[in-house]
T-cell receptor, first 109, second 112 residues
Framework: KNEVEQSPQNLTAQEGEFITINCSYS?????LHWLQQHPGGGIVSLFM???GKKKHGRLIATINIQEKHSSLHITASHPRDSAVYIC???????????FGTGTSLTVIP | EAQVTQNPRYLITVTGKKLTVTCSQN?????MSWYRQDPGLGLRQIYY???????DKGDVPEGYKVSRKEKRNFPLILESPSPNQTSLYFC???????????FGSGTRLTVV
């Protein structure tokens, strides 16, 4: 049983397309994190959400606490957005992290 | 520069030979944690620490030990490594779990 489910697992898009990655979780959370892992392997923290919506450049993250669902949107996608995007739920009982298996995004010029 | 430093980046070792992967952060973060990443399984938490001398097991703690004697350092110890511990390991730190995370560059460990 996975506490965090992401979809899709793989995504290929044309440059300029609007992209949505979905994350559903089953645990109670204090926060929901979105991470980006580049082909070289390094991981960068994109967003931390506990409610509502956050925006950073072309990236937008939303969370619906009642539905236990979060989305990451990329507007006007670019080849440099190609990476694995990982959703991570920070549990409110035990300070543990639960991770989705990631969405591999490829943006084609 | 604010960073999490992991060493070594690559390590090949033999079964049963004790090893330590070091992790150090310069941001005065309270929360530090270790993860392993395996194909098809994604990231899984091994151990985490909320503060000095406070450590807790994550999802996959078997075969690993940690210590948090100082705020900046959180080493991962494999007392008797086995081939199923071959993986990519990440250390990360945060002010607390409710803030953004800074990850180390990763350690690729191979146990033969």
């Amino acid at each position: 049983k996975n506490e965090v489910e992401q979809s899709p697992q793989n995504l290929t898009a044309q440059e300029g397309e609007f992209i949505t990655i979905n994350c559903s979780y089953s645990v109670g959370i204090s926060a929901l994190h979105w991470l980006q892992q580049h082909p070289g392997g390094g991981i960068v923290s994109l967003f931390m959400l506990s409610s509502g919506k956050k925006k950073h450049g072309r990236l937008i993250a939303t969370i619906n606490i009642q539905e236990k669902h979060s989305s990451l949107h990329i507007t006007a996608s670019h080849p440099r957005d190609s990476a694995v995007y990982i959703c991570a739920a920070f549990s409110n009982t035990g300070n543990q992290f639960y991770f989705g298996t990631g969405t591999s995004l490829t943006v084609i010029p | 520069e604010a960073q999490v430093t992991q060493n070594p980046r690559y390590l090949i070792t033999v079964t049963g030979k004790k090893l330590t992967v070091t992790c150090s952060q310069n941001m005065n973060h309270e929360y530090m944690s270790w993860y392993r990443q395996d194909p098809g399984l994604g990231l899984r938490q091994i151990y985490y620490s909320m503060n000095v001398e406070v450590t807790d097991k994550g999802d996959v703690p078997e075969g690993y030990k940690v210590s948090r004697k100082e705020k900046r350092n959180f080493p991962l110890i494999l007392e008797s490594p086995s081939p199923n511990q071959t993986s990519l390991y990440f250390c990360a730190s945060s002010l607390s779990g409710l803030y953004g995370y800074t990850f180390g560059s990763g350690t690729r460990l191979t146990v033969v």
